[in-house]
């Protein structure tokens, strides 16, 4: 009896074994396919660590696989933007790929690329339309999300009660609509004893969140409980202008988004609170993206990049951009 109970399970694992090799393996990807091809990036401006960092990482990617590459900078001028793309689709380029400076304005731009056959994939932020109808595909965070575990977590830090300063990025961007409501939402929500005493516009610039912080210190002082910038830029400018004030921006509860390794250091360091990460590193994934739609593989429309809240706990600066 054990020697059939034994040859049975015998039987049983070459069976298991016979049905497991014969599942297809990972498909690896055939990056040979993006050789001589040319890849339009629209850059909307390189004036922060960001968005240079971004605008590196396509770089990087087209060195990697083959693929030509023709930057263009429109300087945060949507007009220029606009142009640039229509320039590149002149051109001849392959694919165009870019972050929309607005949520408006660049829809007749991308209509032109896709009425011309050029796949359209936009990064870092989206704009009116529909992704997978008005241009091929989307990949981003989720922006109002990152704002609202922000807004959780300072919540959770002062106890629901305070005085924010609040320094938004760029006017009428996808990222900056989405951050703001993602944070005053849950400020009205979870703590409505918190209290936004100044809220203006840095444009997502260091020197900028720098200059705006030094209007709200004249006008509160050091009653300021919570620092919510949109980007760890602007969250960095307002730990230099509390430093410089003579404050101790350890008491300010300064919070940021994108994760450079200055921002995890200030982190680490105590003189910020918190750093939400926003990857700029699109070349791998938009490389994988072309590769898909070479091939006709199935796309979707919206791609969201996962985000890891950063603390004192967890902070490590060599984990930054």
């Known amino acids: 009896m ?6 049975f399970l015998v039987l049983m ?7 497991f090799a014969e599942q297809p393996a990972a498909e690896e990807v055939d990056y040979s396919v993006l050789k001589g091809k040319t890849v339009g990036f629209a850059q909307m401006d390189n004036n922060n660590s960001w968005r240079i960092a ?15 590459i023709i930057v263009t900078d429109a300087m945060a001028d949507i007009a220029k933007q606009a142009s640039d793309i229509s320039d590149l689709i002149a051109q001849g380029i392959d ?20 009425d011309a056959g050029i796949p359209v994939i936009l990064i870092d932020r989206t704009m009116n339309g529909t992704p997978g109808v008005d241009w091929t595909t989307e990949i981003m965070s989720d922006f109002y999300l990152e704002a609202q575990e922000l807004a959780e977590y300072v919540i959770e830090h002062t106890g629901g009660k305070g005085n924010v300063v609040i320094l938004q990025g760029t006017a009428g961007a996808d990222s900056t609509i989405q951050r703001q409501a993602g944070f005053v939402d849950t400020l009205k929500e979870k703590a409505p004893e918190m209290n936004i005493v100044f809220d203006q516009v840095a444009d997502y610039v260091m020197e900028k969140g720098q200059q ?6 004249q006008a509160h002082k050091d009653d300021i409980q919570v620092v919510f910038a949109h980007n760890d830029d602007m969250a960095l400018g307002a730990v230099k202008a509390i430093e410089q004030a003579g404050y101790d921006p350890a008491k300010f509860g300064v919070v940021g988004i994108d994760g450079p390794a200055a921002a995890l250091q200030a982190v680490k360091d105590g003189k910020m609170l918190a750093s939400m990460t926003c990857t700029p590193l699109f070349g791998e994934p938009v490389a994988k993206i072309l590769v898909d739609i070479i091939k006709g593989n199935p796309l979707e429309a919206k791609m969201v990049n996962p ?12 984990l930054g951009y």
């Open 95 to 114: 694919f165009l790929v870019f972050p929309p400076q607005q949520v408006d304005g660049l829809q007749a731009a991308v209509k032109e690329a896709m």
């Open 54 to 68: 971004e605008t590196k990482s396509m770089e990087d990617a087209a060195a990697k696989y083959g693929f030509n």
């Open 13 to 19: 694992m070459m069976l298991a074994v016979g049905a």
């Open 2 to 7: 054990k020697r059939l109970v034994s040859l």
């Open 212 to 217: 705006v912080m030094e209007l709200a210190l």
């Open 307 to 318: 985000d890891i809240l950063y603390t004192k706990e967890n902070a490590d600066p060599a």
